[in-house]
T-cell receptor, first 111, second 111 residues
Framework: DQQVKQNSPSLSVQEGRISILNCDYT??????FLWYKKYPAEGPTFLISISSIKDKNEDGRFTVFLNKSAKHLSLHIVPSQPGDSAVYFCAASAPGNQFYFGTGTSLTVIP | NAGVTQTPKFQVLKTGQSMTLQCAQD?????MYWYRQDPGMGLRLIYY???????DKGEVPNGYNVSRLNKREFSLRLESAAPSQTSVYFC??????????FGSGTRLTVV
């Protein structure tokens, strides 16, 4: 049973606009969340994280929002750039446990 | 360059053959992981090693064995490959709770 879900397999956005990638989870014990970015033929690379004591974490153009009551997190990329085109995975973990990954969302930023 | 190195990058096996996927990291990380990525399934944990000398099963361990040879190296063995093990395999390591470093992956096809 998928504990972390990314319901949008793909997303297309115009360059300069905002990209919003969504992630839902089912386990209320999850308290730490990560976003990874993956280019073709490469391993995933860490992008940004958030712990459950926060509801927002910002790093440059990337912001992650966490809504614990809805068990939902989102990644905002503003402004989107063509180099952001990649597959984005969210991941979640309970204390001391492994990370569970979502199925990924393929983002295409159109120049 | 510091990071996680996986070999081989590509492999084709016949059903029933065995092989070992190699992984080495040079970041002095304690924990190492093996994931498989399948379309629509995200990244699923096969086995992990929290520290040198220890290994534990993840979400999908059947058909695999692992060895944590030393702090740097963590290998994944398929004793009798099956077509269901056709996948992309990623090794990862972490020295802290704040995200993994992934290798570039091994694309395995079992025919």
């Amino acid at each position: 049973d998928q504990q972390v879900k990314q319901n949008s397999p793909s997303l297309s956005v115009q360059e300069g606009r905002i990209s919003i990638l969504n992630c839902d989870y089912t386990n209320s014990m999850f308290d730490y969340f990560l976003w990874y970015k993956k280019y073709p033929a490469e391993g995933p690379t860490f992008l940004i994280s958030i712990s459950s004591i926060k509801d927002k974490n910002e790093d440059g153009r990337f912001t992650v929002f966490l809504n614990k009551s809805a068990k939902h997190l989102s990644l905002h990329i503003v402004p989107s750039q063509p180099g952001d085109s990649a597959v984005y995975f969210c991941a979640a973990s309970a204390p001391g446990n492994q990370f569970y990954f979502g199925t990924g969302t393929s983002l295409t930023v159109i120049p | 360059n510091a990071g996680v190195t996986q070999t081989p990058k590509f492999q084709v096996l016949k059903t029933g053959q065995s092989m070992t996927l190699q992984c080495a990291q040079d970041m002095n990380h304690n924990s190492m992981y093996w994931y498989r990525q399948d379309p629509g399934m995200g990244l699923r944990l096969i086995y992990y090693s929290a520290s040198e000398g220890t290994t534990d099963k993840g979400e999908v361990p059947n058909g695999y064995n692992v060895s944590r040879l030393n702090k740097r190296e963590f290998s994944l063995r398929l004793e009798s490959a099956a077509p269901s093990q056709t996948s992309v395999y990623f090794c990862a390591s972490t020295g802290s709770f704040y995200g993994y470093t992934f290798g570039s992956g091994t694309r395995l096809t079992v025919v």
